[in-house]
């Protein structure tokens, strides 16, 4: 969400599904800030640089991937964890992802108005001075938001409630003795995320699958 009003502003980052289920929020930076700074501070891929993140394996036109991926909007960065539409589509199979994406992506949208309907606190200038408070508030809401999801659609999957494998927990270790490999490690994790080539290949390989399985109907 941009500032685009002549008031101080706070921004809320979400990441929604189709069945409005809030799955991510993190609330409060200053709405000078635009989507990529953030995402720079945002938690949203914290647990896969801390490689405690569930495992994500699928295969899209015949190539294996290793990370699941989010929908996003195109002012966000070409990492392959980020898919946006195609703004200028040229070909029939860009065209047909361009409106794929962006009629899934608008499950943001529609959690967000959700949100300002629901809780009049969200929709209307803030009343509360401190940040933290106003934290607290959204954080709230969005609860109280997930438990009428759950209780309306029955959605029950947590992933706070995810717990690795006996044989997937590591060893102790000795920091003293790991702390650069830690760091190397983590390094290289980020760098996957921001890896520009898979996020290309990754789309080129989704564009391919959409049209395998409606292509026909697009020709048609």
């Known amino acids: ?15 929604a599904g189709h069945n409005l289920w809030i799955w991510h929020a993190f609330f409060g930076m200053a709405g000078t800030n635009n989507d990529v700074n953030v995402l720079d ?24 991937y290793n ?11 070409q990492y392959a964890t980020l898919i946006q539409t195609i703004s200028q589509p ?27 309907s629901r809780w009049h606190i969200v929709k209307g200038q803030a009343c509360m001075w401190s940040a933290k408070d106003l934290g607290k508030i959204m954080k709230t809401c969005i609860i109280l938001h997930n438990m009428i ?8 999957i947590n992933p706070k409630n995810w717990q690795p494998d006996k044989e ?13 490999f830690l760091i190397s490690m983590m390094n290289s ?9 898979t996020h290309m290949s990754l789309k080129r390989d989704l564009i391919d699958h959409l049209w395998q399985i409606y292509g026909s109907n697009e020709v048609d």
């Open 41 to 64: 501070r945002s938690p949203l891929f914290d647990d896969i640089i801390n490689d405690v993140a569930p495992t994500c394996e699928f295969r899209v036109n015949g190539h294996q």
């Open 67 to 77: 990370m699941g991926y989010y929908l996003s909007d195109g002012i966000y960065p």
């Open 90 to 116: 040229c070909s029939v199979k860009e065209k047909l992802f361009a409106k794929r994406q962006e009629s899934v992506r608008k499950d943001v949208e529609r959690a967000f108005g959700v949100l300002q």
């Open 1 to 15: 969400m941009e500032n685009l009003v002549d008031f101080p502003t706070l921004i809320l980052e979400i990441v």
């Open 149 to 156: 999801i759950e209780n309306e659609c029955g959605q029950g």
């Open 189 to 197: 994790r980020m760098k996957q995320i921001q890896s520009k080539s």
């Open 168 to 180: 997937e927990v590591p060893q102790n270790v000795t920091l003293e003795h790991d702390f650069t």
